[in-house]
């Protein structure tokens, strides 16, 4: 009987390591795929994005000319780094769209749009996939706008069936009222003490990821997070975690 349990016991260990998922993701404010070197270089975003070996990217601040239905720049990312593209309009730019967007290993199952208030249109974009949602947004910066937005994305949060996963360039430093209200109903994975912007001398933290408090209920959890030092492709530095699910 003795045997039998030891035998059990190891199996069931087995089964709980090989049911956890090894998830990376990524945050990165592109600044339209221009470094500080004012050079537009897809090619070194794309370069930074499949050195990492990211399963899920959520990218902000695209602009750019249209090919069909996606911006043209995603499409050009997505082909280099051979990841799925996903973009979402914010607005019409400089006859093109300027917007966020999202690169994914796996093909999302599902897509929303969801328009934010303010007079500056942005826009929560939320991927569905097999095990979790992973949501972009590029905040305003009025933080009245913010605040607007704030019960928009909890309402999303609240529908998911499994984690939900939020990130972007949110425009507001950690003291500031929108991030003390998130950490009400979200975990930060990131650390919100470590400056992402400007790249070159990082002085405030503006860039974050996050996940719905519920979401820890269904198996979700952190391994690690941290801030790429990357000083010139763009004026962000990209944010990475590697999180477990079940």
């Given at each position: 009987?003795?045997?039998?349990?030891?035998?059990?016991?190891?199996?069931?260990?087995?089964?709980?390591?090989?049911?956890?998922?090894?998830?990376?993701?990524?945050?990165?404010?592109?600044?339209?795929?221009?470094?500080?070197?004012?050079?537009?270089?897809?090619?070194?975003?794309?370069?930074?994005?499949?050195?990492?070996?990211?399963?899920?990217?959520?990218?902000?601040?695209?602009?750019?000319?249209?090919?069909?239905?996606?911006?043209?720049?995603?499409q050009v990312?997505?082909?280099?780094?051979?990841?799925?593209?996903?973009?979402?309009?914010?607005?019409?730019f400089g006859?093109?769209?300027?917007?966020?967007?999202?690169?994914?290993?796996?093909?999302?199952?599902?897509?929303?749009?969801?328009?934010?208030?303010?007079?500056?249109?942005?826009?929560?974009?939320?991927?569905?996939?097999?095990?979790?949602?992973?949501?972009?947004?590029?905040?305003?910066?009025?933080?009245?706008?913010?605040?607007?937005?704030?019960?928009?994305?909890?309402?999303?949060?609240?529908?998911?069936?499994?984690?939900?996963?939020?990130?972007?360039?949110?425009?507001?430093?950690?003291?500031?009222?929108?991030?003390?209200?998130?950490?009400?109903?979200?975990?930060?994975?990131?650390?919100?003490?470590?400056?992402?912007?400007?790249?070159?001398?990082?002085?405030?933290?503006?860039?974050?990821?996050?996940?719905?408090?519920?979401?820890?209920?269904?198996?979700?959890?952190?391994?690690?997070?941290?801030?790429?030092?990357?000083?010139?492709?763009?004026?962000?530095?990209?944010?990475?975690?590697?999180?477990?699910?079940k």
């Amino acid at each position: 009987m003795k045997k039998f349990l030891i035998v059990v016991l190891v199996i069931m260990s087995l089964y709980t390591v090989s049911d956890a998922r090894k998830l990376t993701i990524m945050s990165y404010n592109l600044h339209h795929c221009e470094g500080m070197d004012k050079k537009l270089d897809e090619d070194r975003i794309a370069r930074i994005i499949s050195a990492n070996a990211p399963d899920v990217v959520a990218v902000q601040e695209l602009d750019s000319v249209t090919t069909r239905c996606s911006a043209y720049q995603m499409q050009v990312l997505g082909e280099k780094t051979g990841m799925h593209y996903t973009f979402a309009k914010s607005i019409d730019f400089g006859g093109g769209k300027y917007g966020v967007g999202m690169l994914s290993k796996e093909k999302p199952i599902c897509v929303k749009r969801i328009p934010l208030p303010g007079a500056e249109p942005r826009v929560l974009l939320i991927c569905e996939f097999k095990n979790y949602y992973y949501a972009c947004t590029h905040l305003c910066l009025k933080a009245e706008n913010r605040m607007k937005s704030l019960p928009l994305i909890l309402e999303q949060a609240e529908l998911a069936d499994k984690p939900f996963i939020i990130a972007g360039d949110w425009n507001a430093k950690p003291q500031e009222k929108f991030i003390v209200e998130m950490n009400e109903y979200f975990d930060f994975i990131s650390d919100n003490q470590v400056p992402t912007f400007p790249s070159g001398k990082p002085r405030v933290c503006i860039d974050y990821i996050a996940v719905y408090k519920n979401s820890l209920k269904k198996g979700f959890r952190v391994k690690n997070y941290k801030v790429l030092e990357e000083k010139v492709a763009s004026d962000h530095c990209p944010v990475k975690a590697v999180v477990t699910l079940k």
